[in-house]
C-alpha cells in the first residue's frame, strides 16, 4: 500500500492549469480545481458542478469575514495556539450569518478572550 492510497497527493494549481483534463470553480476568494488525471474529464466536469452547487450562495461574503478576522487577529500576535484556535472555532455555521459576524468583530477583544478561557490560555 503506498503512502498516497488513502490521501493522493494534491496538485498545484499551476500544474493542473496546464493540463488539459482540470476543471475550475472560481467563487471570490475560493478557487477549487478538479481533475480525474484523464481518467474522465466528463467525471471531472460532474464532480465540479456537484461540488459549485453545493456552494452557500453567501460564501464571498463569509470568505471576506475570515479574511478579515484574520488578519486582526494576526495583528493582535496571540499565541499560536490560541490564535488557531480562534480562526477554526469561526468555521461553525453561526457564523455564516451576517450579524454574527458583525457582533464578532464589534467584540473581537472580548471574544478572544472568551476563547482563551475557555480552551486554558
Given at each position: ?37 484523464g ?8 464532480l ?8 452557500n450562495d453567501d ?9 478579515l ?12 495556539g ?7 472555532s ?32
Amino acid at each position: 500500500m503506498s503512502r498516497f492510497s488513502r490521501n493522493p497527493p494534491i496538485k498545484k494549481l499551476d500544474q493542473c492549469q496546464s493540463s488539459t483534463n482540470c476543471v475550475v470553480v472560481r467563487r471570490g476568494r475560493l478557487t477549487l480545481t478538479v481533475s480525474t488525471g484523464g481518467a474522465s474529464p466528463f467525471y471531472a466536469k460532474k464532480l465540479r458542478d456537484d461540488l459549485s452547487n453545493g456552494l452557500n450562495d453567501d460564501l464571498e461574503g463569509y470568505l471576506d469575514f475570515l479574511s478579515l478576522l484574520r488578519q486582526q487577529i494576526l495583528e493582535k500576535h496571540l499565541d499560536r495556539g490560541l490564535r488557531e484556535k480562534c480562526l477554526k472555532s469561526v468555521l461553525q455555521p453561526e457564523f455564516h450569518n451576517k450579524t454574527e459576524q458583525l457582533k464578532l468583530l464589534e467584540g473581537l477583544d472580548q471574544w478572544i478572550q472568551g476563547q482563551a478561557d475557555k480552551y486554558g490560555f
